[in-house]
């Protein structure tokens, strides 16, 4: 006969699995089914999960806090959600295959900041200086800005307003966070200089995500990525975000 004592520890067990499972169907939903319903709906079945396998230890964390890498403040986030909103133009074009490829000029390192200067080619051949704008924390790139001399968007220099933790989709931006920090070795391939040049394959959008699959030549090595965009309301227009940049380890365009 088994003990009480095992008999409790069953429900921690099977909540623990339910939790591999829901991240395995993340990664996959994140894909090919609308982003943002599946960010939403996994984080709160996540959450209900955990709070019911384990009492919560200490006092509950602040409504409006951000679940950010340690010592990460809420600013650096908030300014990184900032310039992709300012990105909006060449985001759009990316995700309409507009955008054929970009070979990287030149890098400027300015401590925690990097701009990296590249030559646009667009669908109809046309080409165009562009940048792309990173910031630095805790040892990982992040994207913040790509702008076009084509498109409306910023150059990146100038200061701009930061965004009030309560007008930004914190579970969005949480999202951008966590998964570009996957993509250290391609950023960090971005700001060493190593990567040459980037080609965009064709993209598959859905409703609120889209995927662009990517040919980074690290010198003479090919290697691929994948880009992928969500979408989300802000001040009432839908916006794009860059939430991944991260190397697949094969061909994705199929």
Do not use: C
């Not at 909540?15 to 609308?34: E, K, N, P, Q, R």
């Not at 507009?98 to 030149?106: G, Y």
């Not at 990173?134 to 100038?158: H, P, Q």
């Not at 979408?231 to 365009?253: C, H, K, M, P, Y």
């Amino acid at each position: 006969m088994r003990s009480q004592g095992a008999q409790k520890k069953w429900p921690v067990y099977l909540a623990g699995f339910a939790v591999l499972l829901s991240a395995f169907a993340f990664a996959a939903a994140f894909y090919f089914m609308d982003g943002m319903s599946v960010v939403h709906g996994l984080m709160a079945q996540l959450t209900a999960l955990t709070q019911n396998a384990t009492p919560a230890p200490g006092p509950a964390s602040a409504g409006d806090a951000l679940d950010l890498p340690k010592g990460m403040p809420d600013s650096f986030a908030l300014g990184v959600w900032e310039e992709q909103i300012d990105s909006q133009s060449i985001i759009g074009q990316m995700l309409d295959d507009e955008v054929v490829s970009l070979k990287v000029d030149r890098v400027k390192v300015d401590g925690r900041k990097a701009t990296v200067y590249a030559q646009v080619t667009f669908a109809d051949q046309a080409t165009a200086p562009g940048t792309i704008g990173l910031r630095k924390y805790g040892g990982v790139w992040y994207v913040g800005y790509i702008s076009s001399r084509t498109t409306d968007d910023v150059a990146g220099g100038e200061k701009r307003d930061v965004a009030a933790l309560k007008d930004v989709d914190k579970q969005l931006l949480q999202t951008i966070i966590a998964e570009q920090a996957k993509g250290k070795a391609l950023t960090d391939g971005l700001v060493s200089g190593k990567v040459d040049s980037i080609s965009f394959g064709k993209a598959r959008p859905g409703s609120n995500a889209g995927v662009i699959p990517l040919e980074v030549m690290f010198g003479a090595e090919k290697r691929y990525a994948d880009l992928v965009a969500i979408s989300t309301q802000v001040d009432g227009d839908d916006l794009w975000f860059i939430a991944r940049f991260n190397e697949t380890g094969s061909d994705t365009d199929e």
